[in-house]
């Protein structure tokens, strides 16, 4: 188990936190035999791909710069107009083997841990000098791991090579009988698939490299329950901001539900404790729903936004001590109060046929029947 060195134990799955600070440290998987087998199948590819191109690039060079004018040979800067020419025109046929091998080893460097860059990745540190350091670091798991993809990789290449020599034993032979020209584009030919061949043999050590690499990178990002603990504390910040937060969240909470009592049809009090606004929908609700709630001070502001808005007022504390403590706010009464809101509802929706229409009166209910166990002093 690996252990930090306090000498406690790292048990944790890295945070979400850890991992991003590692990666802005350049700390991710990475895998040197992916790169190795994806640069080298690459250019072993290309090369043989890319067998006209270069053919067509060596004649060239060859054609320009082997015949020779009769001035050249009485000019000192002849040759070395000759060898600049020559180097430009090499590097123009080398330019696009030289890009693709560019791009496939920042493609294989990035699928396995993500792009990550950062300067602390390359700025020297002296504490890989120290001697005692590197015994550790070569006498560790990864350092046994690297000795063994070492040890496969020369019996794999030294097996394929073997292998190739024995079945090619025949076309090797054959080239003997063979005019310049073709035996060169045979040559070309064997030497070509020759080396895809042993460029291939490294996927295998690639694809035993991979799952290791990930595996000692997640050890490596584990944690100790300690560092857990003071992760969550820095993130989540001192006990006054956290008190802050919470502050201004039930603020903002408060506004929303302040927001919703001139949509309520009534709103029931205490009728100085207490303040309940009730709305119900026969459409779209299927009981009446408590949009806002409070007490002291909250009551009373709710009480003030009700007159404002011309949302009905009633009096009954002990249906409004019982809305209050049975339910939360944007949620159903409970059904051991339908009654007594469907009484509460009907004097309401009287009145405002009522004031709408003229006619009767309609008279106040003298109670609103709350069950006992709803019932609070």
């Given at each position: ?8 134990e790292?048990?944790?799955e ?10 802005k440290?350049s ?30 690039g060596?004649r060239?060079?060859?054609?320009n710069?082997?015949s ?9 800067m ?8 020559a ?8 330019a ?13 460097s ?12 390359i700025a ?14 070569v ?35 054959g ?14 030919s ?20 991979i ?34 937060i ?16 001139p ?12 303040a ?5 929908d ?49 949620h ?7 009654l ?8 309401v ?25 709803y019932?609070?002093?």
């Amino acid at each position: 188990m690996a252990e930090n060195k306090d000498g406690q134990e790292k048990t944790e799955e890295p945070t979400a936190k850890k991992l991003e600070d590692a990666k802005k440290k350049s700390q991710v998987a990475r895998s040197r035999e992916l790169n190795t087998m994806a640069v080298t199948l690459a250019g072993a590819i290309s090369l043989v791909t890319m067998s006209d191109h270069f053919e067509e690039g060596l004649r060239g060079l060859m054609t320009n710069n082997f015949s020779l004018k009769r001035d050249d040979l009485y000019d000192p800067m002849a040759m070395l107009v000759h060898l600049s020419d020559a180097l430009q025109d090499a590097l123009w046929m080398l330019a696009p083997f030289f890009l693709i091998l560019m791009a496939i080893a920042i493609l294989a460097s990035v699928s396995l841990g993500g792009l990550a860059f950062s300067m602390q990745a390359i700025a020297p540190k002296f504490n890989k000098l120290n001697p005692i350091t590197g015994m550790k670091r070569v006498f560790s798991l990864k350092g046994l791991m690297e000795l063994v993809k070492a040890l496969l990789k020369f019996m794999l290449i030294a097996t394929a090579t073997g292998s190739i020599l024995w079945l090619s034993i025949g076309d090797l032979i054959g080239l003997s009988q063979l005019e310049i020209t073709p035996a060169l584009a045979e040559v070309g030919s064997l030497v070509g698939n020759s080396f895809i061949i042993l460029a291939s043999t490294l996927i295998l050590i690639a694809l035993m490299d991979i799952p290791f690499q990930l595996w000692d990178h997640k050890r490596q990002m584990r944690m100790t329950r300690q560092e857990v603990r003071d992760e969550m504390k820095n993130t989540e910040g001192r006990p006054e901001v956290k008190s802050r937060i919470r502050a201004l969240q039930r603020e903002m909470a408060q506004r929303r539900m302040m927001g919703e009592v001139p949509k309520a049809d009534v709103v029931v009090t205490n009728p100085t404790h207490y303040a309940v606004a009730i709305k119900y929908d026969q459409d779209s609700m299927a009981a009446p729903k408590v949009v806002a709630k409070g007490k002291e001070l909250v009551a009373a502001n709710i009480k003030k936004i009700a007159q404002e808005n011309n949302v009905l007022l009633i009096e009954s504390p002990m249906l409004a001590r019982a809305i209050y403590f049975s339910t939360e706010i944007n949620h159903s009464i409970p059904t051991g109060l339908y009654l007594a809101v469907a009484k509460l509802l009907a004097y309401v929706f009287q009145l405002q046929i009522y004031r709408k229409n003229g006619g009767d009166m309609p008279l106040m209910p003298d109670d609103f029947p709350v069950p006992e166990e709803y019932q609070h002093d």
